[in-house]
């Protein structure tokens, strides 16, 4: 089995070889806010963190806290995308067999197990929180440091907005296939939210369960319209567009949280932008931690980077050895 | 200088630089702009003006109409006391150190800069994107009005997707 395989069985091995590190572009275990701890404005946690304001949350008596359900959805639906199931010899020899006789485009195919099942999870993962549960770091970032609400609202909004990231690059990938990718994990997104709905906040009617989720996805194409906007414009615009949907425009906005927003959206679109369509399509990419400085690549680094890159995937390509399932048509050079 | 009148000025260069923030391309229910320029006027002691310049006085209810809504049902309003405890804690009264207010002048002015857009550059690839490259161009000019779609136009959005 060689070490490029991560794409043969459905989701499995996928989901492992995700965990990966980010070489150049994530050259951020500098030490430079470790030792320095004076300049404060880094990374976006400790620009955040910096402030003197003591702004309170919005809400703090939380109306409506997201409790853990006995039977709490977990991150992965099916058995196929848990991180310890592994497909039977014979079913992965069949598949493979089934995507060579009919040529299946692997591109297309893919994009159920990468943006449906792992970029969704990422996504969700970041704002994810339980009333009675420690809050992860990424969470905490959100609703400690920012202070934001911790209701299910809130946490749509911190997903959408990491949504939002990855379909800026999804539009950067070949129209068809970048399409598809978005239309993935949109449809994952609510159909996570319905079970969500139903089994975490007990919605008990069907009624009210739709009228939520079409104010959800109003909500959705607002914030995604306007992140829009404000990224083919400027900055203010852009965190007008945070402060209106991730801030829920409250009135007294600490301007650092703000500037703290913008610092981790841009250092993550930085990320994104550097990765190839075969990387990113295949699921190689994770969001930086907001307590992580995204170093600038040097342009020397940035060709050692992309040599490596084709030199990788010219000899997955040429090598015979590699699955139909493998294969993918998608550059590897941008 | 006492701190409470560098307070003051530091809000007064705030609203100022709150000014030169673009104008919302189209109305929303909150305007950025419009809500901190009033929230920092009120720090920097300004009066705060309409559209026109006219000065908008903060008129307090009179004594009668304060009466009347209380003896109009049993809890004011039929508002609980809990969401009256409420109404009273979003507006509450900020305040400033001249610290505080110096990292929201510098942090705004980092924003409208671009600093962070400049420093992490992600060139054409992500602003013109290769699958669709006219998108933000097409949405820009929707929004200002500058091209408007015609029928033709949109049908071939909706039939080929870009």
Redesign the interface.
Known sequence: MSINRFTSSPLPALLKKASFSYRGAYLHQTNVFTQNKGAASDSPELLAK?????S?P?D??KKAPVKTAQNKIPLAHSKYESSKYELPKWKEALGELVIRTFRLDMDRVRAGPVAGSYYYKICKEQGLQYEDEPLSETAKYFYEDLKLPRTFSQWFQITILHEWMLF????????????NYQQKLVDRTFSDIELRLFEEMKVNSGRIADQYLKDFNTQLRGAI?AY??G??????????AV??NLFG?R??????H??SV??Y???Q??V??RLSDREFSTGKFKFVPPGVK?E?LTPKQEEELKAKTVAKYKALDKDPRTLPSERSKLSYT? | MSSSQAVKDTAKKLVNLLEKCPKDRIPHLVSFKDVQMARFRRVAGLPNVDDKGKSIKERKPSLDEIKSIINRTSGPLGLSKEMLAKIQNKVVDEKFTEESINEQVRALSTIMSNKFRNYYDVGDKLYKPAGNPYYYQRLIDAVDGKKKENFFTAMRTVIFGK
């Open positions: 910096s402030s003197h304001l003591n309170k919005l703090i008596s800026v690059r999804m539009r950067a990938m070949p129209f068809k296939y970048g399409r319209f829009d906007e990224f083919a414009t400027d900055d203010a615009t852009l965190a007008t402060w209106r425009g009135k007294n906005i600490d301007m650092l703000l500037e913008m610092r959206i841009h250092s679109l930085y994104l932008s995204v600038k941008n």
